[in-house]
């Protein structure tokens, strides 16, 4: 990163370019004296933002004066976190907690949901902490067009995993009438305004190339991207996970199509930085590919997913772990062996279980984890899940705070406080800077010429929304753990999402939902 000599003139001169105070300028909100760092341009300075009407209107050498004046001394004002891999913004107390770990926007990419003009609706009539925004579902156009047990598609997670119990869906090839409905369908998710196309093939195994294909050159037809959880996941060959990876860049190439790749260490295990090598090596020759990583070793997914049907030791092999690095969410325990996991499976297909897949306390796995989530080029993302009872329930509506009874992964309340601590403030892998690059500006960047609302985003600058994040470095930190994955992150001193205060202090204000609809 550039000195604090070349800092100190750079951000002297951004100021002189920027802070030119308006006769008049009223702001509704300011923020004063803290460390402002905006990754795109470089600026890193002591500074005084003024907010009004949503946006950034002014970042000022000398204090401003507004409505509402927040002193921001011995913090960090940095762009709102954007999380590309949300699936608990469907409820309202999980994407509290994600404002509470310093997102201010919340995309649903990696599976997506149809119908998307029903999905915008229901969530935008009951409000959220952040902004949101979803892809059209491939998996959810899979399931509407391939099992007619279901009921008529609906844009909930209920639905979806109802689906397990019909598994055509995940294991048989599509006739040619068949995928011309699915890319119907998602078509339809694209006019209605999704932000890109939602690949879940890491769970439907029966899928051929011939029909990622075809769903890669709707994207590039449409001019968005496709968001993916790779096919395969396996760390022995054949099919391996980075045959799934080649197969991945292989369509970006050919197709054209911008393409994330999502949590790539949990689709390829021990095999992580070959395949985070792939992705470097793509890139360089100019395949527009992206990826992101979430700080843990461990994953969720439905308990029926093709995966955990494998027979013992085909499992054993492919993943390079047991059967009782598997936890019940709900239930709040460790699988025994494998007939305890033919047992839930058959009673509960749908139930989210917790797969530890690399183990941080070992040294190698932790090395690996370290190693690829540093990586410059590669975003933060949590892949949060909702939150559920034990009896099933899930945590929905006006509930707050979330009951000490709740379910999810730690990852889904404190991804981002635990990268900036572990990453930066402990292990000092990374600087400020390059840490608020990879969890606002990079996930921003993968709209960029192609969703402009997003291009407002993760940049804090005049004319930007005024989505921003002000936390404490000195005791920003997740909380959240396997056994209480409600916990709150701390450090998290305000959080303003469009311009309005979710997060004052450190306490959040629930009579407030500024969050907007991101479409495309």
Known sequence: MASALRNSIFGTAFLVALATVAN???FDLVINNGRVIDPETG?????????????????AQSQLEGERVVDASGLIVAPGFIDLHSHSVVDLPANRLQAFDGVTTALEMESGVLPIADWYAAVEAEGRATNFGATASWSFARIATMVPEMPPVEPTAAWYQGAFKYPRWTVDVTTDEELDQIVALIQQGLNDGALGIGVNSGYVPGVGGKELLRVWETAAANGVPVSTHMRNWSQADPLSSLEGLA??????????????????????LHDTLKAAYMVDKARSIGIDVHTEVYPYGIAS??????????AGEAFRARMGIDFDSVRLIAKGRWIEDEADMRAEQDADPGQFIIMRYLDEEDATDADILRKVTALPWIAIASDSIPYTLPDGTPVTGETWPMPDNAFSNPRSAGTYGKFLRAWVREDGLLDWPEAIAKVSLIPAQLFDGQVPAMERKGRLQVGMDADITVFDPETIGDRATIERPFETTQGIEYLIVNGIAVISGGEMDTDVLPGQPIRN
């Not at 600026?43 to 970042?59: M, S, T, Y």
């Not at 197969?247 to 199509?257: D, H, I, P």
């Not at 997914?301 to 494998?310: D, E, F, G, K, N």
């Open 301 to 310: 997914m439905p308990i029926a997913s093709a995966v955990l049907l494998q």
């Open 43 to 59: 600026f890193d300075a002591i500074a005084h933002v003024g907010i009004a009407d949503g946006e950034i209107v002014e970042i």
């Open 24 to 26: 008049g300028q009223t």
């Open 247 to 268: 197969m991945v860049l292989g369509l970006s190439a050919t197709s054209g199509a911008r393409t994330n790749i999502c949590h790539l260490h949990s689709t390829n």
